[in-house]
């Protein structure tokens, strides 16, 4: 059953998240990120740089994105959730793919369409 979600001011959280953004505007930041436009080749090295844990146990994160790899190919993700929207920026920067996912739905999992719609763009550039 769907429902309204409780209003929430996340004024509070705006050093790390509650930010708003067009899916135009998130699209435009993923690519310059990709293009290497935003941050110097070294800075984006590191965070898309998988990091370890504190006794050397890999982990899937970098600095502040997931990262990882699929069919090949490298692959970086934020998702972002809160009271009333589930987000998700998909990247595949060696292929300059930017996939933008905003829903107003709470607890929605966004990556298996992300993935999806990759695919479909991949293939259809082919």
Known sequence: MLQNSELLDSSYKLGGGGLCCSATDLVKFGQALAAGKLLKAETLAAMWTAQQKKDGTPT?????????ERNGRRVIAH????????TL?????DQQVVVVLLCNLEGVRLQSLAEKLTDLVLDASK
Do not use: M, T
């Open 60 to 68: 899937d994160y970098g600095l502040g994105v997931r990262v990882g």
């Open 79 to 86: 998702s972002g959730a809160q009271s009333r929207v589930s």
């Open 89 to 93: 920026l998909y990247l595949l920067p």
